[in-house]
């Protein structure tokens, strides 16, 4: 006689789906059994069968659509979305996202006093809590359906003695004209990571729960790698794989 399963109900629904999208009983795309049947199947409420795909959705396995149902997602499918990272000069000057997108901000982005803080400090190679420009926009394109939350550093110390010691310049990309222009010969770093959003990175960027951010952190330094500048962009990191040519 098999041993008897003694996990909560809502585990084992969890793990009842979970080996049939890995498995391929439940193929990526297509809807998962509805919250009705799988109750019956295991002879529990719905709000336990509910707490079972939130385990699934918090590990990115199943995906609500509203007015849809719950559908599966494979962890080996590709993203619907590839976005190559990287900045490139067009023949005009203009720096441009070597993704090409078009990027709306929803307000226009003001420039604000901000003081350096530690871990952004350490990346610009300035003093803690030297103050800066700050510029924050939220951007979208493909009306509205691409999203992401970005942010302009610029160092008062990179100003001085230039006619945007007091008159704040523009954010980026505008900003890396502004900086050839004052006769530096610009390159880029990035740094990735994944992390859980904010509660209001979450609502700006229409993010479902237990779905992660990208966030880009973007340095702009000299030819002898001074750094210059900082970007943070966040990104929904649910169907989105970034690309970079090395």
């Known amino acids: 006689m098999p ?11 969890a793990d009842y789906l979970r080996e049939g999208i890995l498995n391929g009983t439940f193929p990526a795309g297509q809807p998962l059994p509805s ?7 295991f002879g529990v409420t719905r709000p336990t069968v509910r707490q079972g795909l939130t385990e ?3 590990s990115g396995l199943v995906e609500v659509i509203m007015g849809r149902g719950t559908f599966a997602r494979s962890p080996q499918s590709r ?9 490139r000069l067009a023949p005009d000057g203009r720096y441009m996202e070597a993704d090409g997108i078009q990027w709306t901000n929803a307000e226009p982005p003001v420039a604000t006093r901000t003081d350096a803080p530690l871990a952004l400090a350490d990346l610009l190679r300035i003093p803690p809590g030297e103050p800066m420009f700050t510029y924050d926009a939220l951007q979208t394109a493909d009306h509205g359906r691409l999203r992401q939350l970005h942010r302009t550093y610029v160092p008062f110390s ?5 006619k945007h010691e007091e008159e704040a310049p523009l954010p980026a990309p505008e900003l890396y004209v502004t900086l050839a222009e004052l006769g530096h010969e610009l390159h880029f770093t990035e740094y990735v990571r994944t992390r859980m959003p904010l509660p209001d990175q979450a609502q700006a960027l229409r993010l479902p729960e237990g779905v992660p951010l990208l966030h880009v952190i973007r340095v702009t ?11 943070e ?9 970034l690309s970079f040519r090395l």
């Open 158 to 162: 990179v100003l001085v003695d230039t």
């Open 3 to 13: 041993p008897k399963n003694t996990q909560p109900k809502y585990r084992q629904i």
């Open 35 to 41: 919250e009705e049947a799988l109750a019956k199947q």
């Open 221 to 231: 330094l000299t030819e002898g790698d001074k750094p210059l500048a900082l970007e």
């Open 233 to 241: 962009f966040h990104l929904p990191g649910d169907d989105l794989e």
């Open 79 to 87: 993203p619907s979305l590839t976005r190559p990272r990287g900045v």
């Open 56 to 58: 699934l959705r918090a």
